[in-house]
């Protein structure tokens, strides 16, 4: 989708489930269970949405999705269906990974850095070999001293050969990657969750991360149980959406089963709406040629 001068695409990864009363927190069933239905284990079905900045500089991918790493028995855990493999991670929009300058990690949860490494030759190497990985320092340090609450969703495996290999960029808070392009840091998720804001043109944009994953997330108090600081999440959410509603910006999300992209609105000044784009939006300008 053209964004002023950007290229735009979505790539879904994967799709895999989570505990439904965790991706809600304190909200009763009764009311998430309408927008997001439960399976019989009360899990909910989510994408992992990868959003492909290509601007007139460089291209920029955001997050990596939970990877081919995983054993059977993990696999079933978390409902995962792969739609694509590290390797062709970028084939159903026409780029390849070596083409990739910049990936940008919201933070180092597997779901997001999963598939920021493959197995090639035995080892694990960067799926995108050419690329700074951008990760918020204090995110980085944070994964090496998580207490038993939080580190379950931290693998060593999936980020410690980009430090290896020479493509992790630390970064310290807010940060432009490129021109047009920037991480800022939102703490609530993790304590240095960034998300990314871009802009080109008249057109303004955010990808949200994990601070507010699906469109059912888009009401602030609707925080998920997994976020360390949830009460800031509550306010960081209302504070970015009153700017993208008030400004319409694109607002882009990581982990929605729906059409990912659209518009939020400030209803009667006190609901937002969020109103997805057309499907078609969806289609890559350059698909591979089918052999
Ligand atoms: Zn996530």
């Given at each position: 989708?053209?964004?002023?001068?950007?290229?735009l695409?979505?790539?879904?990864?994967?799709?895999f489930k989570?505990?439904?009363?965790?991706?809600?927190g304190?909200?009763p069933?009764?009311?998430?269970?309408?927008?997001?239905?439960a399976d019989?284990?009360?899990?909910?079905?989510?994408h992992?949405?990868?959003?492909?900045?290509?601007t007139?500089?460089?291209?920029?991918?955001?997050?990596?999705?939970?990877g081919?790493?995983?054993?059977?028995?993990?696999a079933?855990?978390?409902?995962?269906?792969s739609l694509?493999t590290?390797?062709?991670?970028?084939?159903?929009?026409?780029v390849?990974?070596?083409?990739?300058?910049?990936v940008?990690?919201?933070?180092?949860?597997?779901?997001?850095?999963?598939?920021a490494t493959?197995?090639?030759?035995?080892?694990?190497?960067?799926?995108?070999?050419?690329?700074?990985?951008?990760?918020?320092?204090?995110?980085?340090?944070?994964?090496?001293?998580?207490?038993?609450?939080?580190?379950?969703?931290?693998?060593?495996?999936?980020?410690?050969?980009l430090?290896?290999?020479?493509?992790?960029?630390?970064?310290?808070?807010?940060y432009?990657?490129?021109?047009?392009?920037?991480?800022?840091?939102t703490?609530?998720?993790?304590s240095?969750?960034?998300?990314v804001?871009?802009e080109?043109?008249?057109?303004?944009g955010?990808?949200?991360?994990?601070?507010?994953?699906?469109?059912?997330?888009?009401?602030?108090?609707?925080?998920?149980g997994?976020?360390?600081?949830?009460?800031?999440?509550?306010d960081?959410?209302n504070e970015?959406?009153?700017?993208?509603?008030?400004?319409?910006?694109?607002v882009?999300?990581?982990?929605?089963?729906?059409?990912?992209?659209?518009?939020?609105?400030?209803?009667?000044?006190?609901?937002?709406?969020?109103?997805?784009?057309?499907?078609?939006?969806?289609?890559?300008?350059?698909?591979?040629?089918v052999?």
């Amino acid at each position: 989708m053209k964004f002023g001068e950007f290229e735009l695409s979505i790539v879904r990864e994967c799709t895999f489930k989570l505990d439904g009363g965790a991706m809600f927190g304190v909200v009763p069933k009764t009311l998430w269970s309408k927008l997001s239905p439960a399976d019989e284990q009360n899990r909910v079905e989510m994408h992992c949405n990868l959003l492909l900045i290509e601007t007139p500089n460089a291209k920029v991918l955001v997050e990596t999705g939970m990877g081919d790493r995983w054993t059977p028995k993990e696999a079933e855990r978390y409902g995962l269906k792969s739609l694509t493999t590290p390797a062709k991670m970028l084939e159903s929009v026409g780029v390849s990974n070596e083409e990739i300058d910049f990936v940008i990690i919201s933070h180092l949860h597997f779901d997001h850095v999963g598939g920021a490494t493959m197995l090639k030759d035995g080892k694990l190497t960067p799926t995108f070999p050419n690329a700074k990985y951008i990760v918020q320092k204090g995110e980085w340090e944070f994964a090496y001293k998580a207490n038993a609450r939080a580190k379950a969703s931290y693998r060593f495996e999936d980020f410690e050969p980009l430090q290896e290999s020479g493509v992790l960029q630390l970064v310290d808070g807010n940060y432009e990657v490129t021109p047009g392009v920037e991480v800022r840091v939102t703490g609530g998720h993790t304590s240095h969750h960034q998300v990314v804001y871009f802009e080109s043109g008249s057109e303004k944009g955010v990808y949200f991360a994990d601070i507010m994953p699906t469109k059912s997330h888009v009401s602030p108090p609707w925080v998920m149980g997994y976020d360390h600081y949830p009460l800031a999440s509550c306010d960081m959410k209302n504070e970015w959406l009153t700017k993208a509603s008030a400004e319409n910006w694109l607002v882009v999300f990581d982990h929605e089963l729906g059409t990912p992209w659209g518009r939020v609105r400030l209803v009667d000044g006190k609901k937002f709406e969020f109103e997805a784009l057309p499907v078609e939006t969806l289609e890559p300008k350059r698909k591979t040629a089918v052999v």
